[in-house]
């Protein structure tokens, strides 16, 4: 059930007698047809509730308690969801002040409680530059025009970022308005001028339109443009707002102003561009992004490759990063971010990409003089994500022999087919056709049609001349089980190089990531692994974005600069205040420069392992070091 539908309902609770929907209509402003769709979904999520009658439509209140029990859900109950629902009433409403009683009464809490909640709501306006005002028992935000949509386009985000972001998604938030019909209206037009936008950049552009829409509907106008940023307008990008807002203004029979219309141009200067990647010609790259860009672009490619030790020479790779590059410039240029619905997923569970990729940004930071939010590290984590899964599928192959005596030409159509089934993952290096050549073998694993003695004691695995989906359920098993084991030996080989129990405490209580860093590293200095400027370059890596993801938190340095590979772990059964994260588990890492690769795999492994609820309950409860290193292995 969406809010607007509970806004008559509530609306209905104060009424005693009959009301009908044209009264409802002019009250709740929508129109009779949307009046009886909320009435529709009301009594299909509880037909008991409403009573109708020639007379109209009356609220049963003894049926109400019930309702609220099983659909409580729709009443704000965190004080998170609370602080979202005041700010967006407040924002949206046609009033300067909304009683601080008749709130209370509408979230069913004290008004005690919305007290407290309003040091929250003041904090959180103050980001965008609002402030909350009370006046006796009233209360109101104030603040630009621009600043007020900016906020409500970041709360409206954070409710869609539970979901995939998509038309369905924001025509759930926005149920007053046809969201496809917007968006057919923007794509339409991007069509027609041959501009080029993806998913993401296209549904941060809806939710602004729409809310731009709802604004100008209820009368709340730019009175004003900021400084332009030294960002020149461009005519063609600047006549395709003007038509895709000439369009909207026949829709939703409202006006824009010049102030509008500037504010849509440079979301689309910072969004689009007008050549799709794969008809771009490398040579004419330089042409389109600049020559700045592109030494830029550059200079961020030849750190990722010294960071993963990879070449991302890939011209497809060099393009969408160019482009990207580009775009994100003039977006820090004009001030306009572009919120990505795949941030949290992104810093939770692929945290290695992601930190390389606040790495590219804070080179990108010292270029620009300007913060790059978390969402747009996310993105440029996108495009190095793509080219990393790349790169690594080409060199993780099992390698494997075919034992398979000679019989016409099976033991080639075995191989034909072993290759069609697992060319991703297996590299067949051998075919032999009696046991005693295994002995000259040098392979992971061993696939044989015949029984053998294995001498070597290789895993294997025994199979039909003619492949069957037995034997490639049991080949794919085997991969797997190797791909485990051999991943374990090699953590395991770095746990003992240069993880210590002297670098190991459990139970050791701090107030927050600063004072944890503060004694980590001063523990680590007295056992001679960094330096004294450590502490501050894992500061400033913890500044750039939090290195805490699900209950533990890996924090680093960014330039690689111990005297010597070490890892301090503490583990503690009551979690500490990470940021506005809880974890219990820190994993300090101080990495050489000559172990860049350590970092890496290690960082990815506990990632990995730590992306699983129960295998950190396994971790917190280790009373030992011993304990710890087995069972942090046996979680691979």
Request: hydrophobic letters at 35%.
């Amino acid at each position: 059930m969406n809010e607007k539908s509970l806004k008559l309902l509530k609306h209905l609770e104060k009424q005693d007698n009959w009301i009908t929907s044209s009264q409802l209509s002019a009250k709740l402003d929508v129109s009779v047809r949307t009046i009886k769709s909320y009435i529709l979904e009301i009594k299909q999520a509880d037909p008991k509730l409403i009573i109708s009658s020639k007379d109209g439509y009356k609220l049963n209140r003894s049926q109400l308690p019930v309702f609220l029990k099983n659909y409580d859900s729709l009443i704000p109950q965190t004080p998170q969801e609370r602080i979202d629902y005041v700010i967006i009433k407040l924002i949206k409403s046609r009033d300067k002040y909304i009683n601080i009683y008749d709130l209370s009464r509408e979230m069913y809490i004290s008004e005690a409680t919305l007290k407290i909640d309003l040091h929250k709501i003041r904090a959180k306006c103050s980001k965008f530059d609002l402030t909350v005002n009370i006046n006796g028992d009233n209360i109101s935000i104030e603040g630009f025009e621009k600043n007020k949509r900016k906020m409500m386009s970041s709360i409206i985000y954070g409710k869609l970022d539970k979901t995939p972001m998509s038309i369905p998604t924001l025509q759930s938030a926005f149920a007053d308005y046809d969201v496809e019909n917007i968006e057919g209206i923007i794509s339409n037009t991007f069509k027609k001028y041959h501009l080029f936008i993806n998913d993401y950049s296209l549904y941060n552009l809806i939710l602004h339109i729409t809310i731009t829409i709802d604004r100008i509907k209820n009368n709340y106008l730019y009175e004003y443009i900021e400084q332009k940023n030294n960002l020149q307008l461009k005519n063609h990008e600047y006549e395709i707002a003007r038509e895709i807002l000439g369009e909207l203004e026949k829709s939703y029979n409202i006006k824009y102003n010049e102030h509008e219309i500037y504010e849509l141009t440079l979301q689309i200067i910072s969004s689009a561009t007008n050549l799709e990647y794969k008809n771009i010609n490398k040579l004419d790259l330089e042409k389109l992004v600049g020559r700045d860009c592109m030494e830029l672009v550059g200079e961020l490619i030849e750190d990722i490759n010294d960071y993963y030790y990879i070449e991302f020479n890939d011209p497809e790779f060099l393009i969408r990063f160019s482009l990207h590059i580009k775009n994100l410039l003039t977006r820090i240029k004009s001030n306009y971010f572009t919120r990505n619905p795949l941030t949290d997923t992104i810093k939770s569970e692929c945290p290695l990409i992601y930190d390389c990729a606040v790495n590219i940004s804070y080179k990108i930071k010292k270029y620009t003089s300007c913060e790059i939010n978390d969402d747009e590290i996310a993105y440029i984590a996108l495009h190095i994500g793509g080219a990393l899964v790349n790169h690594k599928n080409l060199h993780t192959k099992i390698t494997c022999a075919i034992l398979f005596p000679h019989y016409y030409d099976l033991d080639i159509k075995l191989t034909e087919d072993l290759h069609s089934a697992f060319g991703d993952s297996l590299l067949i290096r051998n075919i032999i056709t009696t046991e005693k050549q295994l002995e000259d073998v040098q392979v992971d694993f061993i696939i044989s049609t015949i029984q053998f003695s294995n001498p070597g004691g290789l895993p294997f695995a025994i199979i039909n001349p003619f492949l069957t989906e037995r034997d490639k359920k049991l080949i794919s098993n085997k991969i797997e089980e190797i791909k485990k084991n051999k991943q374990k030996l090699k953590f395991l080989s770095y746990m003992h190089s240069f993880f210590n129990e002297m670098l190991f405490i459990r139970n050791r209580h701090f107030e927050d990531e600063g004072e944890a860093i503060e004694f980590m590293c001063s523990e680590m200095k007295k056992q001679g692994y960094i330096n004294s400027d450590f502490k501050q370059e894992v500061l400033e890596r913890e500044a750039m974005s939090s290195t805490a993801f699900n209950g533990i938190a890996i924090p680093h340095s960014m330039k690689m600069s111990a005297q010597k590979t070490g890892m301090f772990v503490i583990v503690n059964e009551e979690s500490i205040s990470w940021g506005k994260k809880q974890v219990n588990i820190i994993f300090l890492l101080a990495i050489n420069r000559n172990e860049k690769n350590v970092f890496h795999y290690i960082f990815d492994s506990l990632a990995t392992i730590l992306s699983e609820e129960l295998n950190l309950k396994k971790l917190i409860s280790c009373n030992s070091y011993e304990e710890f290193i087995i069972t942090l292995v046996n979680c691979i």
